[in-house]
C-alpha cells in the first residue's frame, strides 16, 4: 500500500463519510448474493431465495437469461433457472452492479447527468480490468470488482457536497488534474475516499489495495499486479469512448508504472486496448 495519508487528509475524509447516513453499509441482498457466489458449496435453491427478496435484481436476471446473447430454446421465467443459465460469477457481477448503481445515481439526483458518466466509466472499467487479468495472471474476478469500484470515491465526494464538486470540475477546466482539483476543494481525492470506505465495508486488504489505482505500487503493497490492472483498465475505459489520437501511441495514455510492472510492450498496449474496447461492447450487449 501507498504511505498512510496525512492527517489532513484523513480528517477532510472523515467529514465526507460522516456527511451520508447511508455509507455504513452497502444493500445486505447484495453481500448476500456476493456471499454466496462465491461459495462452491451454496445451492441453487440458497441462491433463489436470497435473490427473490429483491424485485430490481430479479427483473434484472430474468432480463439477460432471455436476451439474444443466450440463445435460448425458450424463455426462462423462473429466477432458480436464470440462475443457473447465467452462472454464479456473473451473477456476482450483476449484484455489485446493481447495489452500487443507487449509490451512483439516486432517483432524484439533480446530479445525476455527472454520475451516469462515472457509472458507466466504472462498468467499463470493470470490463477492462478483468481482461486484463486474464492476459496477465491476476485474480479476474477481484480485477472487475477493483474496476467497478475505483470511481466509488467521486460519486461519495459528490453525494457530500454537489455544488462543491461542480467547483472541483471548474478548477480542472482551468488546466488541474481532477485529483489536485479535488484536494483543493476537499482536502482529499476521490482515491483517499475509496480507500476509507472499503476499510469501513470491511473489504480484503487486497481488494483496496486495487483501488489506489493511481499511485504506482509501494515496497508493502500486497497486490501491485491488481493495482495494475486497475490502472489500466481505467485508461482503456476512458479511451474507449475518447478515442486515440492518431499521431500518439498507447503507451504513452496509459500509467508507464503499470505497463512496465505488467512486462507489457508497446505494440501489445494496442492489441490489448482493442481487446478492451471488443470487450465493452459485449458486456454492453448483455445489458451490463
Not at 25 to 36: D, H, S
Not at 88 to 112: H, N, Y
Not at 204 to 215: A, K, R
Request: proline share 4%; hydrophobic share 45%.
Amino acid at each position: 500500500m501507498s504511505a498512510a495519508p496525512i492527517h489532513n487528509t484523513e480528517q477532510a475524509v472523515a467529514r465526507v463519510l460522516s456527511s451520508m447516513k447511508d455509507i455504513a453499509v452497502l444493500p445486505q441482498v447484495v453481500f448476500k448474493i456476493m456471499e454466496m457466489t462465491g461459495n462452491t458449496d451454496a445451492s441453487m435453491l440458497e441462491l433463489e431465495k436470497a435473490i427473490v427478496i429483491d424485485p430490481g435484481f430479479s427483473t434484472k436476471l430474468l432480463t439477460i437469461a432471455n436476451s439474444a446473447s443466450f440463445g435460448l430454446p425458450k424463455k426462462v421465467t423462473s429466477i432458480r433457472e436464470a440462475a443457473m443459465f447465467v452462472g454464479f460469477k456473473q451473477i456476482r457481477q450483476m449484484a455489485m452492479a446493481v447495489g452500487l448503481f443507487d449509490m451512483f445515481v439516486g432517483k432524484t439526483d439533480k446530479e445525476s447527468l455527472r454520475r451516469r458518466d462515472w457509472w458507466r466509466h466504472s462498468l467499463d472499467s470493470a470490463v477492462c480490468s478483468q481482461r486484463i487479468a486474464y492476459r496477465f495472471g491476476v485474480d479476474a474476478d477481484i480485477a472487475y470488482t477493483c474496476g467497478l469500484l475505483h470511481y466509488i470515491g467521486k460519486t461519495l465526494l459528490c453525494r457530500s457536497d454537489a455544488l462543491a464538486y461542480t467547483k472541483v470540475e471548474l478548477v480542472v477546466e482551468r488546466g488541474a488534474s481532477v485529483r489536485q482539483a479535488e484536494v483543493a476543494v476537499f482536502g482529499c481525492d476521490h482515491q483517499d475516499v475509496a480507500i476509507a470506505a472499503g476499510i469501513k465495508w470491511g473489504f480484503p486488504m487486497t481488494l483496496i489495495s486495487g483501488l489506489v489505482y493511481m499511485d504506482p505500487m509501494g515496497p508493502q503493497d500486497p497486490e501491485p499486479h491488481l493495482r495494475a490492472a486497475t490502472a489500466l483498465g481505467d485508461s482503456f475505459a476512458t479511451l474507449a469512448i475518447t478515442g486515440k489520437p492518431h499521431d500518439v501511441g498507447v503507451a504513452e495514455l496509459v500509467p508507464g508504472w503499470a505497463s512496465a510492472l505488467l512486462k507489457i510492450g508497446s505494440d501489445e498496449l494496442e492489441n490489448l486496448m482493442e481487446e478492451c474496447a471488443g470487450a465493452i461492447a459485449k458486456a454492453v450487449k448483455f445489458g451490463l
